[in-house]
């Protein structure tokens, strides 16, 4: 085995991840050359479709990282729960059911931390598939199906390394220069593999990112892949889902105008509109087909990740998951103080019970099949989150937990541009922005003055944190903005009320020990740190 992580997934010929193997194996052992991957490509060309479907498909396989003993080991959605964990907006009891419970602790701080290595396995395993698709495309071809296949794994790429820098390094503005990830690509993955990586700077890191999202957005538009609006597409990007992923990615880097600009692509060219009211006044959220949805994690009846049955996102997330994790106890819950501060009007008070345990947004088959899952606590628990339903909205006892996963949804859209809008000097016109939106899709009643740049930054963070909650986006934001992670008041057990300050290298992942013993080059690890000490509750 040589000096890479022993992450990598690689199938036969450089295509089908089947087994975990070294970075340029085959799974019976033999070396695969990017010539034996030409060839086969232009005796296949199949193979390449095949390759570039299977970019995808790694967001969401079982066991790949961990093994199937693990069962939070179920692909990106695993991570986008554990880091929402870690939050101050998810509480949730620490138990052995809990497979998160390391998350709500914060003793997920080490190098063997199981989710330190499922973000890293499963990210650089994405970007591993990606440069096999990569070395064997064109990127000077004008041929629109070789254009297509490669932006999908320019977009992906990026996307891994925009994940994986803002986890293991602060913020890029201001960090530009400190050690981040290391960076493979198709060019340089034969020396990665004999002599190992180093960690590339922040600004090396952002620099490749840039560079594949540019072109994924230059090859969608030129074969005219502007829109998806059937729900399986939507695993891929279209020219409007990279332009949204561009707008995160140049918020990050505090580049608003062309944030604002991507945004505004986003919500001209997508087909896709804000959930209306009357549309999440029940528990949803599991349908990629929904209008508002630009890019998902697809989940198929047939996928592992269902078939475990409780190995997957609604068995740990969603309320209504019959014989899930969340029915004996785990539930998910809204932190009390944000949840409070929504108005009554707001429609998205009704995605939490309240301190009654009732729900405005709970009614039959809903309350049956909520009162069935809560029978087994002594009382149901206020608080827990009911924004997610289940499957084709079954409440029966032979439910099929096979939700799609939201990567990015068009609302995002409109928040971006209300941030970047306000922090370029325009708050004015992000306050319109932003009140348009609340007002005309959540809270008829929604009102908010116009302040400094930071206030109203403020004001779209609470409503992003109310929006996105449960879907992955809390703790990139917390990075992004150099916030802190304050739990007082939240509803946390005792034991894990903390307050953390903004920078706290508890913030930071650790590289996993896997990565540090076999990567030589890889040079100084984050700072070592300590579980938080808890403080008093409010």
Known sequence: MKSLNKYILIGALGFTAVACNDLDTEPLGSTVTSEQKENVVARDPEMLSAGTNAVPTMLKQFGNILGTSSHMDFGYPAIMLGLDSRTADMPSLVLGYNWFSEQIEMSD????????????????????????????????????????????ALGFRANAYFVLAQLYQYTYFGHQNDPCVPIITNENSDEVALNGAPRATVEEVYALINKDIDKCIEFLEATKTIAFTARADKAFFSASSAHGLRARINLVQHKYTEAIADAEYAITNSKMTPYAANDIKKPGFWNAADKSWLWAVIVDESDRVVTTGICNWPSMASTFCRGGYTSVGAWRKGNMTLVEGITSSDVRKGWWLDANGQSPNLVSPYTQAFVSNAIQDPATPEYVNVKFGIYQDNMTNTQTPANDIPLMRIEEMYLIKAEAQAMSGDVAGGCTTLVGLVSRYRDPNYAFSNGSADVVMNEIWRQRRIEFWGEGIAYYDIMRLNKGIDRRGGGFEPANVYNIPAGDPILLFQIPQTEVESNKALGANNPTTVKPTPVADI
């Open 109 to 152: 701080i080490n190098t063997t931390s199981r989710l330190t290595r499922m973000i890293w396995g499963t990210m650089y395993n994405q970007i591993f598939s990606a440069n096999n698709v990569l070395s064997v495309v064109d990127l000077e071809s004008e041929d629109p199906e070789v254009m297509y296949f490669a932006a999908q």
